[in-house]
């Protein structure tokens, strides 16, 4: 499409609203607006319009403009609770000094539309201008109680520094990366970094481009507050009906947490069987030594463990690794005197222990040294010695409940 079709047509440039569906109420909590070009009967996306660099800034803020003169048009009419999301570039953001987006909000302002319902979804792909004078500008839109999304900031491994910087009120997380097995752990990883930047800071995650069913469901999981996809709505010309999927989303949160429930009380009862298997074994090592207690449970956990060792209430580690090889299980006594209190919970899960005088099954971690999903059991030995077995990845894959 020549972008001079579009410029001398803009009769026909119109708003498209994409519902975004909230997880607590399960109904539409906004729309995503995008561009959409009539011509000759076809519905044409504009994006490649916006993001054409041969087309001057000030063409595509008049269409930016008109798109959203047409959408707030349409936002008077919805209910007052009802959010609009716009996206808009850093460049496009910064032309004169982000003066006609905030002038026409104004503008609308008057006409009744509470800024608080406007959303602006920024991008910073390729900026090449003053980061400081952008963020500046970001701030002085927020006192007017318009809201910051973060769709895509930069590359890869600025992205959390940008959201520490900024503290946006919704991240937003795209599911396409699900899509591709070789990204999937690395992707994880990424998003519980995210998740938990994102509980810190008080923002929402909005789960985006989600296709099919398991996206929905690992969004849900994942701490998504917000959902939007094709699974859920296809972009429209018209606002939906706000409970169009109300039905249907409780429904598929009822199999949600249904399931999660069944997998945690298997989880728990794996962890009350590794107690009891690991108290029995204790109790009849009880009066020898640290390698008395490792040759029974070798024998007990053979098919379990990959690697076994004592630290005290401090993380050092006074016994040697004892770490299982293709050819049997070895004694590493190199490990002896190392400190592992930097390790995330580590102090926590000691004074858990100690209070409670009860084991811990921990979390899905990747190991550093193997690079395998694990689990590990730890369990208060005496007041002073805590046992830490370390659960292989063969074990959890054959035990669903633990993955």
Same mark, same amino acid.
């Given at each position: 499409?020549?972008?001079?079709?579009?410029?001398?047509?803009?009769?026909?440039?119109?708003?498209?609203?994409?519902?975004?569906?909230? @997880?607590?109420?399960?109904?539409?909590?906004?729309? &995503?607006?995008?561009?959409?070009? %009539?011509?000759?009967?076809?519905?044409?996306?504009?994006?490649? %319009?916006?993001?054409?660099?041969?087309?001057?800034?000030?063409?595509?803020?008049?269409?930016?403009?008109?798109?959203? /003169?047409?959408?707030?048009?349409?936002?008077?009419?919805?209910?007052?609770?009802?959010?609009?999301?716009?996206?808009?570039?850093?460049?496009?953001?910064?032309?004169?000094?982000?003066?006609?987006?905030?002038?026409?909000?104004?503008?609308?302002?008057?006409?009744? $539309?509470?800024?608080?319902?406007?959303?602006?979804?920024?991008?910073?792909?390729?900026?090449?201008?003053?980061?400081?004078?952008?963020?500046?500008? #970001?701030?002085?839109?927020?006192?007017?109680?318009?809201?910051?999304?973060?769709?895509?900031?930069?590359?890869?491994?600025?992205?959390?520094?940008?959201?520490?910087?900024?503290?946006?009120?919704?991240?937003?997380?795209?599911?396409?990366?699900?899509?591709? &097995?070789?990204?999937?752990? @690395?992707?994880?990883?990424? #998003?519980?970094?995210?998740?938990?930047?994102?509980?810190?800071?008080?923002?929402?995650?909005?789960?985006?481009? $989600?296709?099919?069913?398991?996206?929905?469901?690992? @969004?849900?999981?994942?701490?998504?507050?917000?959902?939007?996809?094709?699974?859920?709505?296809?972009?429209?010309? &018209?606002?939906?009906?706000?409970?169009?999927?109300?039905?249907?989303?409780? @429904?598929?949160?009822?199999?949600?947490?249904?399931?999660?429930?069944? /997998?945690?009380?298997?989880?728990?009862?794996?962890?009350?069987?590794?107690?009891?298997?690991?108290?029995?074994?204790?109790?009849?090592?009880?009066?020898?030594?640290?390698?008395?207690?490792?040759? #029974?449970?070798?024998?007990?956990?053979?098919?379990?463990?990959?690697?076994?060792?004592?630290?005290?209430?401090?993380?050092?580690?006074?016994?040697?690794?004892?770490? /299982?090889?293709?050819?049997?299980?070895?004694?590493?006594?190199?490990?002896?005197? /190392?400190?592992?209190?930097?390790?995330?919970?580590?102090?926590?899960? $000691?004074?858990?222990?100690?209070?409670?005088?009860?084991?811990?099954?921990?979390?899905?971690?990747?190991?550093?040294?193997?690079?395998?999903?694990?689990?590990?059991?730890?369990?208060?030995?005496?007041?002073?010695?805590?046992?830490?077995?370390?659960?292989?990845?063969?074990?959890?894959?054959?035990?669903?409940?633990?993955?």
């Amino acid at each position: 499409m020549d972008p001079l079709d579009i410029l001398t047509d803009l009769e026909n440039v119109v708003p498209f609203f994409q519902p975004i569906f909230s @997880a607590d109420e399960q109904r539409v909590m906004g729309y &995503e607006v995008v561009g959409r070009y %009539f011509s000759d009967g076809q519905i044409i996306s504009l994006g490649s %319009f916006f993001q054409d660099e041969q087309i001057p800034d000030e063409y595509k803020v008049e269409v930016d403009q008109l798109l959203l /003169k047409k959408a707030l048009d349409k936002a008077l009419t919805a209910n007052e609770d009802v959010s609009f999301f716009f996206n808009r570039s850093a460049g496009l953001l910064m032309y004169e000094h982000g003066e006609p987006l905030l002038n026409e909000l104004l503008e609308y302002e008057k006409k009744g $539309i509470n800024l608080k319902r406007i959303v602006l979804e920024i991008s910073e792909d390729n900026y090449p201008g003053d980061l400081d004078q952008f963020d500046h500008l #970001l701030r002085y839109y927020r006192t007017y109680g318009i809201k910051i999304a973060i769709e895509k900031m930069g590359s890869d491994s600025s992205y959390l520094d940008r959201v520490s910087q900024l503290e946006p009120d919704i991240l937003k997380v795209n599911l396409r990366a699900l899509r591709s &097995e070789a990204k999937g752990n @690395a992707f994880n990883d990424v #998003l519980y970094s995210l998740s938990l930047l994102a509980r810190k800071i008080g923002a929402a995650l909005l789960f985006e481009n $989600i296709e099919m069913e398991y996206q929905l469901q690992f @969004a849900w999981k994942n701490g998504g507050r917000y959902y939007q996809g094709f699974y859920l709505s296809f972009p429209n010309g &018209e606002l939906v009906d706000r409970d169009l999927l109300k039905d249907r989303l409780k @429904a598929k949160f009822h199999d949600f947490i249904t399931y999660e429930k069944r /997998k945690l009380e298997k989880f728990y009862f794996t962890a009350e069987e590794f107690q009891a298997k690991v108290l029995e074994i204790v109790q009849k090592a009880k009066k020898g030594s640290s390698e008395e207690l490792f040759e #029974l449970l070798i024998k007990e956990m053979n098919q379990i463990a990959f690697r076994m060792y004592i630290c005290d209430e401090d993380g050092f580690q006074n016994s040697p690794n004892i770490f /299982k090889t293709q050819h049997g299980w070895v004694t590493q006594n190199e490990y002896i005197g /190392k400190n592992w209190s930097w390790r995330p919970y580590f102090l926590e899960n $000691i004074i858990r222990m100690r209070n409670e005088r009860k084991g811990i099954l921990s979390d899905l971690y990747c190991d550093i040294e193997t690079g395998e999903t694990i689990r590990t059991f730890s369990f208060p030995l005496t007041e002073s010695g805590y046992l830490f077995i370390d659960i292989s990845y063969h074990y959890l894959f054959e035990h669903e409940e633990l993955l």
